[in-house]
């Protein structure tokens, strides 16, 4: 594979102990940091907890967050206020909005998180001067409204524009699904993107070689790399998040 190209899988999660200040366990892995990329990544994750487990409430104040929902059923509580949430669901949450996450039914509930820096925080960790928050735009149609967060099913939608809701440079959020043998295109030019495999197989490939694509493997492609994505013979289908890179050409 072209150097840089960071991929992960669900192999070996850690086990958690009282994650966000809650009992019981959970498991969780990291797919990707933001080491080796040039745009506001903070991480992409994987998370799960039991029957009954909970991601206690917290607040963010430096990153923006992305919750997609892979399997069970919760209560995402924004706010003080719950929603039902299953697979499918996509869940928002800028900065400064309280969340947590429940698991209320009764297999184990999983799903993949993507956390961005917001642009003050960037800034500051380049040591430049951290802009003002930009304008939030209203909300897009079918979008639920709660304070700075959205709740919606990416199923139904198959692509968002997240910016009504962040502040920073995430341009799109996507679930793609691939017939048996069909190619799609991936270029770091300009833009970042992380892979997550839903399900289905195929492989992901560039010049040098390719990668196995099945579920829970993921691949991040940081500026300058390109790759070919061939679905297999089930055909393929992954959620897909692409983050702008301003000023950032092929490297």
């Given at each position: 594979m072209r150097e840089g190209v960071?991929?992960?899988?669900?192999?070996?999660?850690?086990?958690?102990?009282?994650?966000?200040?809650?009992?019981?366990?959970?498991?969780w892995k990291c797919l990707a940091r933001r080491a080796g990329l040039f745009g506001t990544w903070e991480a992409v994750e994987w998370a799960w907890i039991p029957p009954g487990g909970v991601s206690g409430e917290h607040v963010h104040t430096r990153t923006e967050e992305i919750?997609?929902?892979?399997?069970?059923?919760?209560?995402?509580t924004l706010d003080g206020k719950?929603?039902?949430?299953?697979?499918?669901?996509?869940i928002l949450?800028?900065?400064?909005?309280?969340?947590?996450?429940?698991?209320?039914?009764?297999?184990?509930l999983g799903w993949l998180v993507i956390e961005l820096l917001s642009p003050h925080t960037a800034a500051v960790l380049r040591g430049a001067e951290p802009p003002g928050r930009a304008p939030r735009p209203p909300t897009q149609r079918g979008e639920e409204d709660v304070t700075n967060a959205v709740v919606l099913n990416l199923r139904q939608t198959y692509e968002v524009n997240p910016r009504g809701v962040f502040t920073g440079p995430l341009r799109s959020i996507r679930l793609v699904n691939l017939k048996p043998g069909q190619r799609a295109e991936l270029s770091a030019a300009g833009e970042e993107h992380t892979l997550f495999t839903l399900s289905?197989?195929?492989?992901?490939?560039?010049?040098?070689?390719?990668?196995?694509?099945?579920?829970?493997?993921?691949?991040?492609?940081?500026?300058?790399?390109?790759?070919?994505?061939?679905?297999g013979d089930a055909g393929l289908e992954y959620f897909l998040a692409s983050l702008e890179v301003p000023g950032g050409g092929a490297r």
């Open positions: 960071i991929i992960g899988d669900l192999e070996d999660p850690s086990v958690v102990h009282g994650v966000h200040g809650t009992t019981g366990l959970s498991q919750y997609f929902i892979l399997s069970g059923r919760g209560e995402m719950p929603h039902p949430v299953g697979p499918g669901s996509l949450t800028g900065l400064g909005t309280k969340h947590g996450l429940r698991n209320v039914g009764d297999v184990g289905g197989s195929g492989e992901i490939s560039s010049g040098e070689g390719a990668v196995p694509l099945k579920y829970g493997v993921s691949v991040t492609l940081p500026l300058g790399t390109g790759m070919t994505v061939t679905a």
